[in-house]
């Protein structure tokens, strides 16, 4: 099976695929970089280890959750009847309370 090195990657074609299809997919556990497969030259599919797409989707997921996170904090901030500027102070005086106890010293 010809492989070519490009940023991590190897790069098959379809034919490769289909006549290493079983040995392409028992070196997956051990890759950490995709398989690109590639059509008349052109990818046309990514094959990755399931560990290698839940590393690869773990930063959208956590930046969904903080989204959620944030949209639900600022509603709750509004319901207490907070201004920006109110929040800001109160978050700023906690921010130097914090680092005083984190590093012993005002911040």
């Known amino acids: ?9 190897n790069i098959i074609s379809i034919t490769e695929l289909r006549r290493n299809l079983t040995a392409i997919f ?6 950490r970089e995709p398989t690109v ?4 030259g052109a990818p046309v599919a ?9 590393r690869l989707t773990a930063r959208r997921r956590a930046k969904a959750a903080f989204y959620d996170f944030s949209r639900n904090f600022g509603r ?7 201004t920006e500027e109110q ?6 005086k906690t921010k130097r309370r914090v680092f005083t106890e984190q590093y012993g010293r005002p911040a």
């Open 76 to 82: 709750d901030v509004e319901k207490l009847g907070l």
């Open 26 to 31: 028992r070196r997956l556990p051990k890759r």
């Open 1 to 9: 099976m010809a492989k070519h090195s490009l940023i991590n990657q």
């Open 46 to 54: 990514i094959i990755l280890s399931p560990e290698e797409y839940k």
């Open 87 to 92: 929040f800001m102070a109160d978050l700023e």
């Open 37 to 40: 497969v590639e059509s008349n």
